[in-house]
């Protein structure tokens, strides 16, 4: 018994949504990348689940790259709160502007 592909359309919605939502109302910078991460991997069932409809295997293989593209981003973006954290003692995103000119 296979599930219906419009299930993980749902399930896929409901991820980017509240992922989107936490981007967009939260403060602390952590919790951001983890929306993000969330609305990445809410893709990534999308692409899953057309792959698996579509009997093609470029979905998944796309899915693969990008994995590797957030894990990286996870690295780099931990790296930047880290050296934030370090010189502001916050990671509040209201409270340091250093990207303002």
């Known amino acids: 018994m ?3 592909i419009h299930y993980y359309l749902i399930l896929s919605a409901f991820m980017f949504l509240t992922g989107l939502v936490g981007v967009l109302v939260r403060r ?6 983890l929306c ?3 609305m990445l991997n809410a893709t990534n069932i999308n ?8 009997h093609d295997l470029g ?3 796309f899915v693969f790259f990008t994995l ?5 981003e996870v690295g780099v973006g931990l790296a930047i709160v880290v050296a934030i954290h ?14 303002k000119w």
């Open 36 to 38: 993000i991460e969330l």
């Open 86 to 99: 370090r010189s502001k003692d916050t990671i509040n995103v209201e409270e340091f502007n250093l990207l």
């Open 59 to 61: 979905g998944q293989i």
């Open 2 to 4: 296979s599930v219906p």
């Open 47 to 54: 692409f899953v689940a057309f792959a698996e409809y579509l």
């Open 28 to 33: 602390n910078i952590i919790v951001i990348l």
């Open 68 to 72: 590797t593209v957030a894990a990286a």
